[in-house]
């Protein structure tokens, strides 16, 4: 059985990419991320933009947690299921993958749902 610091962890190891049918734009408000090969959108805040371009930059986990929480006055913790569930929703709407093989078998199912355009 796998506790959470277990899980944590190992999803901090995880690398990601973006795929190259996704488009995005990025204001002062945020961003508009689009799936082209299949059709979904999401639109994020600004500390949900900042965290795809640390993601499409191939930061890790780590760094993305330490920037965000930097730059945004945030405590770890608070940062962590933040973007846990931020790529969770991204992975649905498939504007972002996991790079690593054993990632089938450990991901969960996203709850989260994207606008078909």
């Known amino acids: 059985m796998k506790t959470i610091t ?3 962890e190992r999803r901090t190891e995880r690398s990601y990419r973006v795929p190259d ?10 961003a ?5 090969g299949y059709g979904q959108m999401f ?3 600004r500390v949900g933009s900042e965290m795809f371009q640390l993601l499409r930059a191939g930061e890790s ?7 965000i929480g930097s730059r945004f006055g945030v405590s770890e913790p608070v940062v962590r299921a933040d973007l846990h569930e931020f790529i969770t929703t991204l992975m649905k709407c498939h504007l972002l993958e996991v790079m ?4 089938a078998a450990g991901a969960s199912e996203p ?3 994207c606008i078909s355009v």
Do not use: F, K, P, W
Request: without cysteine.
């Open 111 to 113: 709850t989260a749902r």
């Open 61 to 67: 986990e780590a760094a993305i947690l330490a920037e």
């Open 43 to 45: 639109s994020a805040n």
């Open 21 to 30: 049918d996704v488009r995005a734009t990025h204001n002062a408000d945020g």
């Open 6 to 8: 277990q899980e944590n």
């Open 32 to 36: 508009v991320l689009l799936s082209v």
């Open 100 to 103: 690593e093989s054993e990632s």
